[in-house]
């Protein structure tokens, strides 16, 4: 087995005298780093120091020359504005991280910038910084492992068994992300997520007194955490810590919260108060710092011999744990061949082979439904076939029809195996849990809801888009379409928001076709999220949609020589183009039809493709219950919003906003009178600039 790889290091434990050298080289290597930037947050990893020397070497598993070693130990620091410390950590214990890296701390194109970045960085989990995120990442991580090891784990063969270690700060306690997942993660019994509290009773503005005065401790344990309070953070004598951390380590059924006081900046004249927190300490504190501490005030970025031992002894234990479970695979190879090459796939990030052909098909006039159904059925037919698949909504499941035969086992305390979680209302939790599970590896995570409850998650999607996670996010009643809910309910200006994020892909499909495209991009899109904007009414299945029309990003329906007219539009609007188009031609007025279903994959395609589907000197209608915010760039008109909503049935607020086919062509007529007497602006022949 490979259960506490760790405690069978046979390493020497550091003396007194070695282990405060250690501690103190980290803030002094910290503190340097911040300082030849001139810009960073000293004061928590100078604060941290004590435990960070903990965990890297007494307590996580882990190995700096294979940083993505399966069953290594999770670290998340969730402060991330003290990731002076994970990278002094990083570079100590033998990643690839070198001195120099952190002389180029925050600067153009390295390696250690302002915030940890998951997909710059070797040795980082998860991007942080807005805080909040890292610890609900965290709740992800412990997902992940759990349902692994419940799936791949076999008698003598525990392949998946690591904790996740998070260290966060006041800042990450007080965000509502935090809390939420804090409550699903206690509700679950995530017993192998510890969270060290830095209780440093420092934030920004001055004293956590000011705004900040609640029992920290009281409030998880009613989340159904395990808590504990070591008093003296900053003691260089371990043990309380060290204990405190193996009985978190031994509460297999709760997670577990350690508050520590730490005193920020530790040794710095301006120690324990907000000044040391987000600006370089200065030459003169540096000195007095390094006198203080034994070391040289003349020299910078110093690490001597005997500490580089200590901590490279560590990094090399972790090799050895890593050794003996490589060797344990190949034990698991002979014993479960097929589970042993199921393994290798999921952690490989590849699909099943043939996968797509489950994908359903639809023939023009066929069974409308909403394309949140046809996303049902899709679901219905993926889920069976890639079992990495795992997800759920966010107390939505009747409306977002996410929950099918194959993930209808709930992911809970008793049933690790589990592919739907439920989510409960915590949009934002379950954006950033998402993220958590995808950086584990292994698998592919889902969230769904209302897609105006998109505003609640937004900060851990942009984090998907930033650290390139392959998420996907399932967000049913898109428009104004869902009717009687009213404005509070129906999203304007959402599409608009997602589009304009980089490395998001926003697809909004039109009828069964299209979305079975768009489940076929999404889930091979491995290296960025994917918003799947689906409709709560019905739409029509319309000639000439298909599953690979969708990776064009957009494309004409049927075929009209010479249009005097194009009405490009998405989703649920795509039949009313359709309509409005039948009633132009009716009346001699050639209408091309562009279904439109993602502007992101348009834009990767050829000047000569995009030119082709809008050609010079051609007026283009936009339609889409959405804001016309953003479609400045395909379109001379618009068939949008401009305001909010309106609380009525679906028809007639569709007709109060001008979204029928009469109004469409009478529109279209408008524009096509417009441009008869001057240029029609060239909207795809444009200097890259």
Not at 48 to 67: I, R
Not at 473 to 494: A, F, K
């Amino acid at each position: 087995k490979t259960e506490n790889m760790a405690s069978k290091r046979a390493r020497k434990t550091p003396s007194a005298e070695l282990t405060s050298k250690c501690i103190n080289t980290i803030r002094c290597l910290a503190a340097d780093t911040v300082q030849k930037a001139n810009s960073g947050h000293p004061g928590a990893p100078m604060g941290l120091a004590p435990v960070a020397f903990a965990l890297w070497t007494e307590v996580m598993k882990y190995n700096p020359k294979n940083p993505k070693w399966p069953s290594r130990d999770r670290f998340v620091l969730s402060n991330g504005h003290g990731c002076a410390l994970q990278y002094s950590m990083l570079h100590l214990t033998g990643y690839d991280l070198t001195l120099d890296d952190l002389k180029k701390f925050r600067q153009l194109d390295s390696r250690t910038p302002g915030h940890p970045e998951s997909h710059l960085t070797s040795g980082i989990e998860v991007s942080t910084g807005p805080l909040g995120q890292g610890i609900s990442n965290a709740v992800g991580l412990a997902i992940a492992e759990r349902h692994l090891a419940a799936r791949f784990n076999k008698p003598n063969f525990t392949l998946f068994d690591n904790f996740t270690y998070v260290v966060c700060g006041d800042g990450c306690l007080q965000e509502g992300v935090s809390a939420e997942a804090g409550s699903m993660a206690g509700h679950l019994g995530l017993g192998k997520l510890i969270v060290l509290y830095d209780d440093n009773l420092i934030t920004i503005d001055g004293e956590t007194e000011l705004s900040f005065s609640e029992d920290v401790c009281k409030r998880y344990e009613a989340y159904g955490w395990h808590t504990q309070t070591v008093a003296n953070g900053d003691s260089e004598d371990l043990s309380a810590l060290l204990h405190a951390i193996e009985l978190a380590k031994a509460e297999t059924h709760r997670p577990s919260l350690i508050k520590v006081r730490t005193t920020i900046g530790f040794g710095s004249t301006k120690q324990g108060t907000e000044k040391v927190h987000g600006s370089p300490l200065g030459a003169d504190d540096i000195k007095q710092l390094k006198k203080r501490f034994g070391f040289d005030p003349e020299q910078s970025f110093v690490v001597p011999d005997d500490v580089a031992a200590v901590f490279h002894e560590a990094g090399a234990a972790g090799a050895a744990a890593d050794a003996e479970w490589t060797a344990l695979l190949g034990q698991y190879r002979t014993a479960h061949p097929d589970l042993a090459a199921e393994l290798d796939r999921v952690l490989g990030g590849k699909l099943p082979l043939g996968w797509e052909k489950a994908l359903p098909t639809y023939k023009a006039g066929e069974d409308a439904k909403a394309t949140r159904q046809y996303s049902q059925k899709v679901l219905e037919k993926i889920v069976p076939v890639i079992p990495e698949l795992i997800g759920g909504s966010a107390d939505l499941t009747p409306s977002t029809l996410t929950r099918v035969k194959g993930n209808d086992v709930d992911f809970n305390k008793e049933h690790p195996e589990g592919r739907y979680l439920r989510y409960g209302v915590r949009e934002h939790a379950m954006a950033a849990v998402c993220n958590g599970i995808a950086a584990y590896g292994g698998l592919i995570p889902f969230g769904s809801t209302f897609l105006n409850f998109v505003g609640y998650a937004l900060g851990a999607i942009r984090l998907s888009a930033l650290s390139h996670f392959r998420v996907l996010y399932v967000m049913t009643h898109d428009s104004i379409g869902l009717g009687e809910d009213g404005p509070t309910h129906q999203p304007i200006e959402t599409l608009a928001s997602l589009r304009s994020m980089p490395n998001m892909l926003v697809l909004r499909p039109a009828d069964g076709n299209e979305t079975s495209g768009a489940y076929k991009i999404a889930l091979e899109h491995a290296h960025g999220p994917t918003v799947l904007a689906l409709s709560r009414q019905n739409c029509d299945n319309l000639e000439g949609t298909s599953i690979d029309a969708v990776a064009r990003g957009a494309y004409e329906l049927g075929s009209v020589p010479a249009p005097q007219v194009v009405l490009a539009a998405t989703g649920s609007e795509v039949q009313l183009a359709v309509k409005a188009a039948a009633l132009l031609n009716g009346q001699g007025l050639r209408t091309r039809v562009v279904s439109f279903p993602s502007f992101e994959l348009f834009e990767q395609q050829s000047l000569e493709y995009r030119a082709a589907v809008f050609p010079s000197g051609v007026p283009v209608l936009s339609i889409e219950a959405a804001a016309v915010f953003g479609w400045e760039k395909y379109a001379h008109g618009h068939v949008g919003m401009r305001t909010f909503g309106a609380s009525a049935p679906l028809k007639d607020v569709y007709a109060h906003f001008g979204f029928t086919a009469d109004a469409i062509a009478a529109k279209a007529h408008k524009l096509v009178e417009f441009y008869a007497k001057r240029p029609v602006p060239d909207l795809i022949h444009l200097p890259e600039l």
